[in-house]
């Protein structure tokens, strides 16, 4: 939840002092996954629960995991292994913190349009992974998805630390009141649904960064609540505080892992550390773009990507103290590896034959933020986002210039 790293820190700075008063332990964390068995670790012990998209050895996994989908697509659809798929729609929501307003509005206008249609594939980082499992399970699910995003305040979301805990804690915040607000829309119904998607071939990918590894995982939703594992739903909901739990912000979230039987403890954090949105890993779309140079034709995909974001940052004078020069320099980084991460979906989809729509916060919206997760701020972007949508939504097809 990317837009909140440098409001979040300052008011950890200027309102903490009382922290230093308090009495306070180093935060413990049980062993981690030796690094030569990170890719032998499991959770529940699914095969396909998650996989590592730049580990060439996870790709056949991965592979064979869409292929299954397609097979289960057939046969919601009654269709034989020859027959053609349905045209298909992926979408993919980024991070961008109080930001993800945007999304949420435009999936909701969309609605109101008519013109929304049923996602293959829903993917989500950060804020964007609050927002997946609602928009995956389907429209009757955005008044939730609205509530999500307009009735939420501060309080909601964390608990500020004092002072002290940016030199002995995890995290200037507490990350409580965010999983909590998580637990109230991710509960067994909804689970239930994204279960019964994953049943017709769809997938919900949520992604996270294995901070230890330094590597993205992505986890698989659907099959995770199709197992009926008695812990799906407590690692589901662990796995939405993870991919938002923006480093130094809020706590890393551990999860515990077993390898060969051994326990372990693996620390995730907000999936946009590696990466400020994903849709799939390029190589799983080689073998559409080889049947397409065949003169064969595959069922039409379009591509989605909702930029929770600026596709470019306005800039302004900065401060000549340590607070301001670093929050802008991250903000900066963030906002470049965004509109990177944009231009890499784009050029891959196109080069699979797949047709690429992009929507992002342009100039027209002028409201500035003055606190974070201020509820006017959030009920005003949800509002143009929505408005937007629902009037026709007027889809990119390349980044500006």
């Known amino acids: 939840m990317k837009r909140s790293v440098p409001s979040l820190a300052r008011r950890g700075a200027l309102l903490g002092g009382a922290g230093l008063l308090a009495g306070c332990a180093l935060p413990e964390r049980a062993d981690p996954v030796p690094m030569e068995r990170v890719r032998n670790a499991q959770v529940l012990g699914l095969p396909n629960e998650r996989f590592c998209v730049t580990d060439p050895v996870d790709l056949p996994r991965i592979v064979e995991e869409f292929n299954q989908a397609g097979r289960r697509q057939r046969a919601a659809f009654g269709l034989g292994p020859r027959d053609r798929l349905p045209d298909g729609h992926i979408i993919a929501f980024s991070g961008g913190g109080e930001n993800g307003a945007f999304g949420a509005g435009l999936a909701c206008g969309w609605t109101e349009a008519g013109t929304r249609p049923a996602f293959n594939l829903v993917t989500g980082i950060s804020t964007g992974a609050l927002t997946a499992p609602l928009v995956f399970a389907g429209p009757h699910r955005d008044a939730q998805l609205r509530a999500a995003y307009t009735e939420i305040t501060a309080a909601d979301v964390l608990a500020e630390r004092g002072l002290l805990a940016a030199l002995v804690d995890d995290a200037l915040s507490d990350s409580a009141p965010l999983a909590r607000t998580i637990a109230r ?69 551990m999860i515990d892992v077993t390898v060969d039987g051994v326990p372990y403890q693996e620390m995730h954090v907000d999936g946009g550390t590696y990466a400020q949105a994903y849709l799939y890993p390029p190589a799983l779309g080689d073998s559409r773009a080889e049947r397409i140079r065949q003169g064969l034709t595959p069922p039409a995909v379009t591509a989605y990507v909702v930029r929770n974001s600026r596709l470019m940052p306005s800039g302004g004078p900065v401060r000549r103290r340590v607070l301001p020069i670093a929050s802008r320099a991250i903000a900066t980084l963030v906002s470049a590896a965004g509109a990177n991460d944009v231009f890499r979906i784009r050029s891959t989809a196109l080069r699979h034959g797949i047709a690429f729509r992009l929507a992002y916060i342009e100039d027209d919206f002028t409201i500035q933020e003055t606190e974070p997760f201020e509820q006017n701020f959030l009920r005003t972007l949800f509002a143009y986002g929505h408005d937007k949508a629902r009037n026709g939504y007027p889809w990119k097809d390349a980044l500006p210039g």
Request: proline content about 9%.
């Open 185 to 253: 829309f991710l509960d067994e119904p909804l689970m239930a649904e994204i279960a019964q998607g994953y049943a017709r071939g769809r997938q919900l990918v949520i992604a996270t960064t294995n901070l230890d590894a330094q590597r993205p995982v992505a986890w698989n939703l659907g099959a995770i609540a199709a197992s009926g594992h008695p812990r799906a739903l407590e690692l589901s909901r662990q796995v939405l505080l993870a991919s938002a739990a923006v480093p130094g912000v809020f706590p890393p979230v």
